[in-house]
């Protein structure tokens, strides 16, 4: 195992206090007392979080001749549910500790209570985790509704709808990013488990036979995709699910898992459905949901291989390993070495000083970059500060303009992993900056 400060048992708070700090990550009503388990995202969060899921559509979809899009409804009817096995099956076992009376998920206490220490619950009972509500003007009138618990049904729904507008055919597969609610009987450890979450999911279309061999395919793609984004490959693994602890819609199940301060836990799911979800909604809907092939004159209901990750848990996957304590000039500096792709600010334009001519310099700058990277815009403190400023969340290059550029016509590119710097023309800035991104 390398010597990586993920290990650190403190990296947890470390992370989490930086994200307050500098506004990646904010509790949601803060100013009430905030409301469990519930996150903003602020500036500089709401950047990274827009990132993670651009590299991922990057890869799933635009790289893709193969996978469309969708964006379905939040609110769904029960009919959708009760097809999917989600208002039969979709429970935690709920117990309730006798002596302080704090309710958990049984299958996650070992049996002690984690409040108080007791060994005495009530009885598990199951409990539902999706979140039900009425969609109509009066309430008790309207129709019951329930908001989704996962993404993935929406495109069992729409597989129809896609095939017949998107000239596609199996293999061929249907992606999503949204927001999905869990009412999580222990929410915690940050965003890591929370009842408001964001999902980059794929349902992929398949021929039966081609299954297995496109559900290898899928775990091999998604484990590297996080390789490729910075996770050492030290804090990342594959479980396969036993089948006795396989979901009852699935043929085979493989986690992607990350090596978080509290042990291994997942980070994505990569699972073989069968043909269980369009079969269901094809009996519970009366419209069949099957495929014919005419090249070999058949008819059949694909298999579904789904590759489904948490934007909100991947991101703070993506912290975790980046955040990073070194010394500079002997001072500790804390640096989050995020790539470049996830980084909130991709570069920052620091003028060395407040004085209009520095300042209308570095505006020019700004204009040749802004276009093609994220940037950021500091004059306040000396440089140093404002370095480590930008060390801190994880901003891959700062731009220092100086009184030198009045006569050269060149500025300072400082470059946050090394901290090494480089004396640049400006009219070279743009090509420079792309070529240490790997770009053209």
Not at 365 to 388: H, M, N, W
Request: proline share 5%.
């Amino acid at each position: 195992m390398s010597d990586a400060p993920i290990q650190d048992p403190e990296l947890l708070d470390k992370v989490t206090n930086l994200a307050k700090r500098r506004g990646f990550i904010f509790q949601s009503a803060e100013i009430y007392g905030g409301f469990r388990s519930t996150y903003d995202y602020g500036p500089l969060g709401v950047n990274m979080l827009r990132n993670v899921k651009n590299a991922w559509w990057q890869v799933m979809v635009q790289q893709r001749m193969d996978v469309v899009g969708i964006d379905a409804a939040i609110l769904g009817p029960p009919a959708v549910w009760a097809a999917s096995g989600h208002l039969a099956t979709f429970t935690d076992p709920l117990v309730d500790c006798r002596k302080c009376k704090e309710r958990w998920r049984e299958d996650k206490i070992n049996g002690v209570c984690p409040n108080c220490g007791s060994t005495e619950f009530t009885e598990a009972r199951a409990f539902n985790l999706m979140f039900k509500t009425q969609a109509g003007p009066v309430e008790g009138e309207g129709a019951t509704a329930y908001l989704r618990p996962e993404t993935a049904q929406g495109m069992f729904t729409n597989f129809a709808n896609v095939l017949a507008t998107s000239r596609k055919k199996p293999p061929f597969g249907i992606a999503q990013v949204g927001k999905s609610f869990r009412n999580e009987i222990t929410p915690g450890n940050f965003v890591f488990r929370t009842r408001e979450f964001e999902q980059m999911e794929l349902e992929f279309f398949v021929p039966p036979a081609e299954a297995d061999t496109w559900y290898r395919y899928w775990i091999d793609l998604r484990y590297n995709w996080y390789l490729n984004l910075g996770i050492a490959k030290d804090f990342l693994r594959l479980h396969e699910h036993a089948k006795e602890d396989l979901s009852h819609y699935s043929r085979g199940t493989t986690d992607v898992e990350f090596l978080y301060p509290w042990g291994w836990d997942e980070l994505e799911g990569i699972a073989n459905r069968g043909d269980y979800d369009l079969t269901q909604h094809a009996q519970a809907s009366g419209v069949s949901l099957d495929y014919f092939d005419q090249a070999e004159n058949e008819r059949y209901t694909p298999y579904v291989i789904e590759p489904a990750a948490g934007a909100t848990r991947a991101m703070m996957a993506f912290l975790l390993s980046a955040y990073h304590e070194d010394e500079v000039e002997g001072e500790t500096r804390v640096v989050l070495r995020l790539d470049w792709r996830l980084a909130p600010y991709q570069v920052a334009v620091l003028p060395l000083s407040k004085k209009p001519e520095l300042e209308g310099v570095s505006q020019k700058v700004l204009e040749v970059l802004a276009p093609y990277f994220t940037c950021d815009y500091d004059v306040t403190q000396s440089i140093g500060k404002r370095y480590r400023r930008q060390d801190e969340i994880g901003t891959p290059f700062c731009i220092t303009v100086d009184f030198d550029t009045l006569e050269d016509g060149a500025v300072t590119v400082r470059d946050r992993d090394t901290t090494e710097q480089t004396r640049v023309k400006i009219e070279d800035l743009l090509g420079d900056i792309r070529a240490r991104t790997g770009q053209q």
